[in-house]
Each structure stands twice: as structure tokens, then as C-alpha cells.
């Protein structure tokens, strides 16, 4: 009888033991957790790496838009916001690139290469950056103070009706 009871407790033993090894078994490494996101997801590096492009891409297609625009808005440094406007179709300027430091700088040097008016206004520029969207029409509340400035360039220019 002592010996039916230790060889259940061995029994038993084994099968806390078994069942312990077991689960630890099924669990995954850290390399094969990392390995399983990798081929789920996609490597982390390569997406980094293709979503910069992407920016780089959409950054670039955005100042090739500069020469088209009808004036830039900006801060002295840090922002810089091209306007398109069409006076025969009316309606509301379209924003064809924003900028903020070097990217304003360039947007900037291009307008002025194209000799598009630059007009410093730091409150609107800030404002404006924050609230705009590339290939967007300008929302509602900026329609007023850039109707000024759009007012004050066309006066300014010979042979241009207000």
C-alpha cells in the first residue's frame, strides 16, 4: 500500500512536471515573436524607410506646385503657406504647397526666383499653417484678410484689374 501510494504521487508528480514542460514548449521566443510580426506586418525598417520616401515624394510634388501660386504667406522663417488664385474662376484660393523651416525657406527661394509676392504676415502665416491643407481650398475664416492681401497685389500691379 505504501508503494501504490508513492508511485500515484509519481505518477502524479510526472504529470505536473509533463504538463509544465509542455506549456513552456508551446510558448513562442522572443526571436519568434519578433520573427511572426515581422512576416505578419512587414519589417519595421522597410516600412520606415518606404514611408519617408513617400513624404519625400509628396514634399517634392508639392514644390514643383510653387511657380503656380499667386502669392506666399509667411512668417519671416518658420512658415510659409502658397496661395493659387484665379480671378476668372473666382471662389476661394487653393493652397498648392505649406512649409514650415527649411521647407518654408525653399518654398520662399522659389517664389522669388518666380517673382510670386511674398507677403510677411506672422499671425496669418501660423494660423493658416495649422488649419490648411495642401490641395485644399482655404477655409472660410482666412477668406477676408487674404482678400486684402490679394487686393493690395493686384492694385499694385500695372494693367491688373482690382
Not at 59 to 68: H, I, S
Not at 74 to 86: E, G, V
Not at 97 to 122: S, T
Request: net charge positive; aromatic share 8%.
Amino acid at each position: 500500500s505504501a508503494v501504490c501510494i508513492g508511485t500515484i504521487a509519481l505518477v502524479g508528480a510526472d504529470l505536473v512536471w509533463a504538463r509544465f514542460r509542455w506549456r513552456a514548449d508551446l510558448r513562442m521566443s522572443h526571436q519568434e515573436v519578433k520573427d511572426e510580426f515581422k512576416q505578419a506586418e512587414g519589417d519595421p525598417m522597410v516600412k520606415a524607410r518606404m514611408r519617408a520616401l513617400a513624404q519625400q515624394r509628396a514634399r517634392q510634388r508639392m514644390l514643383t506646385n510653387v511657380p503656380k501660386a499667386s502669392l506666399v504667406i509667411a512668417n519671416p522663417t518658420h512658415y510659409a503657406i502658397a496661395l493659387q488664385y484665379d480671378r476668372a474662376k473666382g471662389g476661394a484660393p487653393l493652397v498648392v504647397a505649406k512649409g514650415m523651416d527649411l521647407i518654408a525657406l525653399k518654398i520662399r527661394e522659389i517664389a522669388e526666383r518666380n517673382n510670386i509676392p511674398v507677403i510677411e504676415d506672422r499671425a496669418l502665416a501660423r494660423a493658416m499653417y495649422d488649419a490648411v491643407q495642401v490641395d485644399q481650398w482655404i477655409p472660410n475664416e482666412f477668406y477676408r484678410p487674404v482678400a486684402k492681401i490679394l487686393y493690395f497685389i493686384y492694385s499694385r500691379k500695372p494693367n491688373a484689374p482690382p
